[in-house]
């Protein structure tokens, strides 16, 4: 089992900066695929990055590449999601998600990950 806590959220202005944390525990973290996804009100929950066990490579929706940046720190057993430029469209719950993974294939699908975080909501207001 693994266990994941969110943490960072927020409310801040269009242009702005937050950072996400997600924290590990219950399993060996640098075997894990991780992965941030979202979900606005009134639509499906959307992916949005993922990173590998290594750290080694990284994806991102074409929605945030250039704006986002997923990160992890194996030591910590966290991962971060920094957002800068923000907009009002990426108004969201952002869960933090995880799959047992010691390959360098990417996941970009919910079906993918077993372990799900409890969100945490940020607000982008313009």
């Known amino acids: 089992q693994v266990q994941l806590v969110e943490s960072g959220g927020g409310l801040v202005q269009a242009g702005g900066s937050l950072r996400l944390s997600c924290a590990a525990s219950?399993?060996?973290?640098?075997?894990?695929?991780m992965a941030w996804f979202r979900q606005a009100p009134g639509k499906e929950r959307e992916f949005v990055a993922t990173?590998?066990?290594?750290?080694?490579?990284?994806y991102y929706a074409d929605s945030v590449k250039g704006r986002f940046t997923i990160s992890r720190d194996n030591a910590k057993n966290t991962v971060y999601l920094q957002m800068n430029s923000l907009k009002p469209e990426d108004t969201a719950v952002y869960y933090c998600a995880a799959r047992p993974d010691y390959s360098d294939n990417f996941y970009y699908t919910q079906t993918a990950y077993r372990y799900w975080g409890q969100g945490t909501q940020v607000t982008v207001s313009s």
């Open positions: 990173i590998i066990w290594s750290g080694g490579s990284t």
């Open positions: 219950g399993r060996t973290f640098s075997r894990l695929a």
